[in-house]
């Protein structure tokens, strides 16, 4: 798993000692010398000890997510200990699983963070918490894409108006981020070398660097620790801190040195390089001289265009034809008649446009066909990108074996009573019951958008709301519309009971993302006003979501990796007072 920091020491600084050690002769390679330190425990991942002052970040910045109103599981444990603002934290710290190999610290530590920036377009819990707001065009304030693998066609993003007052486009914010970090770094950072760590990543050598599923610990016994095989790959990269403005803004130069791959088919971009230095123009000096610029959101969204093999004829083809040669069946078909075919921007901003088939998924939508996936894998005969090529089932990595679960099978929820001393399920207490509670999709917004309108909070009934089964209901007393809170060891959520017999008894649903903003009262348990959906949450990470380096089971950016397990959370819903105060 990737994890940042990466080192309990500084990175720029493990970089530094490992070539000097290469350059004495103490070490064949970088990557070998930062291997032997970690064996040996003169050096740490900073995973090893999160509560470690060495090792946590400092500032987040969140752009497109709303943390503390809506993704962050266990938003009370955020709040206090990674903010350390007002919380509601109800119980002591989860002792009860103290891990085994990560450090535990007694006194947990309490606002980690020095910064907190978010670049939003609306008022959320999260900019809320922020100490700086950058704020954001909305989609019809810039030029941007918008495209899913769900559905064939690109959007464009057009503005009808110029980003009012300070507001800036996602593009232009980060341009001039990157220029203030630029001009810092002349006195500060200059030009360092780095370490990467990287995962044992999905359709790279990495994922059989583990063959049989065989994961043996290195750290404390025998074994030898080898980068790129039972650790992650090290590689020493070079930054001039000084340039990232001048880079964030072109096209650099790996993209026709080394090509650019996805899935395992590496695409052949000089042709397009090309092209986009002679319709956008070159810099003529400084870290990007020679190279395409992309200094506006335009730019940037013509060269995603012009880069993509479903955007672009000529690479899908290209695409298709290397693979071809890999699999042992023709393929190149499915692109065909669209060679010469590139949707350029114009294009998109004149009408949603089909897009070419192209090994960048696994769908078909050649001669008009609605996408389905794995459509190629299916009637090609592609092999799936599995262990054994096919649709997998059965999956033998020692750590599924220790937890019984080598096939799909039925796991009951945890028992949260006999684990972490929750109240039983179904324990009753004056005017309360103890239940599971479920946080699903929101049905009035996608996440935390869309909901603060006039028409949705009609449709939604408004505000924060409980939906629970008649039998729960009448065993707590409550109507339909009354107020009810939700309480357990992570926090409080106060709103008003939906009862329904599409609710099975025992189960309540806090719809996700109910955050701060709209009718959200003081509760009776603190006094306080607040508390979320996630309030009641935290996070339990499954530990066989943390395999890698064996075939699908392997890390893939933003495709596969632990998800935040919230589902086996039990609270106690209970009637309050009708009286609410904000
Ligand atoms: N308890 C519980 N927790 C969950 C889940 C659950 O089911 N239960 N679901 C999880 C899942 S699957 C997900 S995906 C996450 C979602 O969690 P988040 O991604 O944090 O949620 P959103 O509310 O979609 O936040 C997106 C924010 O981006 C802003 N935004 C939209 N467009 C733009 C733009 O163009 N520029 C800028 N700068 N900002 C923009 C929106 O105004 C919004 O505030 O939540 C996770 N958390
Ligand atoms: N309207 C709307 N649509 C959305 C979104 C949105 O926010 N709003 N978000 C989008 C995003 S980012 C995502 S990730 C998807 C999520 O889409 P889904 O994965 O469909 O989302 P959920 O509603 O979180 O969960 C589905 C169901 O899982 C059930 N469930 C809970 N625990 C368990 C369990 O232990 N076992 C089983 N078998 N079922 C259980 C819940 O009761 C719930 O009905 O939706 C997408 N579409
Ligand atoms: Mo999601």
């Known amino acids: 798993m990737p994890f940042y920091p990466q080192f309990h020491e500084n990175s720029l600084d493990v970089a530094d000692a490992a070539v000097s050690a290469v350059e004495r002769g103490e070490a064949e390679s970088e990557p070998a010398w930062i291997a032997s330190k970690l064996k040996n425990g003169e050096l740490n991942f900073a995973v090893e000890d ?70 939003d377009f609306r008022m959320t819990s999260s900019t809320l918490l922020s ?5 954001a065009a909305t ?59 990287t995962a044992l990543t999905h359709d790279t050598p990495g994922e059989i660097a583990q063959p049989g599923g065989h994961a043996p610990e290195w750290k404390g016994t025998d074994l030898p620790a080898i980068p790129g095989k039972n650790m992650p790959n090290l590689k020493i990269v070079e930054r001039d801190y000084t340039a990232i403005g001048d880079k964030f803004v072109a096209l650099g130069p790996l993209a026709d040195k080394l090509g650019l791959t996805t899935k395992n088919v590496t695409f052949d971009v000089k042709h397009q390089v090309d092209q986009l230095g002679r ?49 042992g069946k023709e393929l190149s078909d499915l692109a065909r008649g669209s060679e010469e075919k590139r949707i350029t921007f114009k294009d998109t901003q004149q009408a949603p446009v089909p897009v070419i088939t192209s090994p960048e998924w696994s769908g078909s939508e050649t001669g008009g066909r609605r996408y389905a996936p794995f459509t190629v894998n299916i009637e090609r005969l592609k092999p799936f990108h599995t262990l054994s090529g096919r649709m997998h089932f059965f999956l033998d990595h020692d750590w599924l074996k220790d937890m019984g679960e080598m096939l799909p099978t039925y796991r009951p929820p945890l028992d949260m009573h006999r684990l972490f001393g929750e109240p039983k399920l179904g324990e009753k207490g004056e005017l309360s019951i103890a239940v599971r509670y479920l946080t699903p999709h929101n ?45 357990n060891t992570n926090g409080v959520f106060v709103g008003r009971a939906v009862v329904s017999h599409r609710m099975p008894e025992g189960v309540v649903y806090v719809h996700h993302a109910q955050e701060r903003t709209i009718d959200v009262p003081k509760s009776e348990t603190t006094g306080k006003r607040g508390g979320i959906h996630n309030s009641v949450t935290r996070i339990l990470v499954k530990p066989t979501h943390m395999i890698g380096g064996y075939a699908h089971l392997s890390w893939a950016f933003n495709y596969m990796g632990p998800t935040g397990n919230q589902r086996d959370i039990v609270s106690i819903v209970r009637k309050r007072s009708q009286e609410v105060q904000y």
């Not at 100490?131 to 704020?135: H, N």
């Not at 959101?297 to 479903?310: F, K, P, V, Y």
């Not at 209901?473 to 309480?487: F, G, L």
């Open 131 to 135: 100490d700086i707001v950058f704020p």
């Open 443 to 487: 049905k009035w917004s996608i996440h935390s958008e869309y909901q603060d309108n006039l028409f949705m909070l009609s449709l939604s009934r408004g505000g924060t709301s409980v939906w629970m089964s008649p039998q729960d209901a009448t065993a707590i007393e409550v109507s339909d519309n009354d107020w009810v809170e939700c309480v």
């Open 279 to 327: 319709l956008h123009g070159v810099f003529d000096s400084g870290a990007a001289e020679g190279r395409p610029a992309l200094d506006t959101d335009q730019r940037m969204a013509e060269a995603i265009l012009m880069l993509s093999g479903t955007t672009n004829g000529e690479l899908a083809t290209q695409g298709f034809e290397t693979l071809e040669k890999r699999v």
């Open 50 to 119: 999160p509560d470690a002052p060495e090792n946590w970040p400092r500032t987040l910045v969140l752009w497109r997510s709303n943390l503390f109103g809506s993704s962050a599981k266990g938003e009370e444990y955020f709040l206090k200990h990674l903010l350390g603002t007002h919380n509601s934290v109800q119980g002591e710290d989860h002792v009860a699983s103290k891990p085994r190999d990560v450090r535990w610290h007694e006194e947990a530590p309490e606002g980690k963070l020095d910064l907190l920036v978010s670049a």
């Open 139 to 197: 989609w019809y304030e810039k030029y941007d894409l918008s495209s899913t693998d769900m559905h064939p066609f690109v959007h464009a993003f057009t503005p009808a108006i110029s980003p009012p007052w300070e507001a800036k486009t996602d593009w232009k914010m980060f341009q001039l981020l990157a220029d203030e970090v630029a001009r810092q770094s002349r006195d500060h950072l200059g030009v360092r070398k780095d370490v990467v760590a």
